[in-house]
């Protein structure tokens, strides 16, 4: 073999070796990527639970005129309770709960205060937050009077116009 050809089978040699890490990775991507969900299943949930969320809440709850009191108690609540993951204007653990109410109906928000497992694991909304945050909201254990306060407190929050129902 002159060192010419020598010269050409080195090149050979790496060549395959290069193809042969590349076929790796590529196999690597592949077994890592999930195959896309092949049609999503229906949601089995009614439009009241789409709207207000799964919880002890089964009826919609209307705030009345802003009781200064109740809010007053539930800043309390949310001290103690909450603002380890929450922050009123950005996010932090879980989303900013500032404007809560004003995306969210009393009733939806109670519902994810009060029964926080179970809306993430079945309402679309709530699944997409849990996606985002990437932590499980731990269920506080919460009376749904403390919870209340606390959708009180929240309203004296929004700078936005707040849901009444
Ligand atoms: C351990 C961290 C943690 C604690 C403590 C916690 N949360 Fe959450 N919260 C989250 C996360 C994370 C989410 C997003 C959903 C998920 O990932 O579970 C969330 C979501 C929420 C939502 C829904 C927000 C929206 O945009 O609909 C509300 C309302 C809420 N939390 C209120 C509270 C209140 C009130 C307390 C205190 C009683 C509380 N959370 C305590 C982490 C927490």
């Not at 070796?17 to 999930?34: E, K, L, N, T, Y």
């Not at 949930?45 to 109740?70: A, S």
């Not at 945050?133 to 009376?143: D, I, P, V």
């Not at 929240?154 to 700078?159: D, E, S």
Request: aromatic fraction near 4%.
């Amino acid at each position: 073999m002159t060192t010419h050809e020598w010269g050409g089978m080195r090149g050979f040699l790496a060549a395959v070796a290069v193809m042969a890490m590349a076929a790796g990775c590529g196999g690597q991507d592949r077994a890592g990527s999930a195959p896309p969900a092949a049609g999503a299943p229906a949601s089995d949930l009614t439009p009241f639970q789409l709207e207000h969320g799964i919880g002890p809440l089964t009826e919609v709850l209307t705030l009345g005129p802003l009781d200064q009191g109740l809010a007053d108690s539930g800043q309390k609540v949310f001290g103690a309770k909450c603002t380890a993951c929450h922050k009123m204007a950005e996010k932090y653990v879980g989303p900013a709960l500032g404007e809560v109410l004003v995306r969210r109906s009393p009733t939806f928000t109670m519902n994810m205060i009060l029964n926080p497992n179970e809306m993430v694991e079945r309402h679309p909304v709530a699944k997409e937050m849990l996606a985002e945050a990437m932590t499980m909201m731990a269920n506080q254990g919460l009376t749904t009077g403390d919870a209340r306060a606390v959708v009180e407190y929240l309203r004296t929050q929004a700078t936005g116009t707040v849901k009444t129902q």
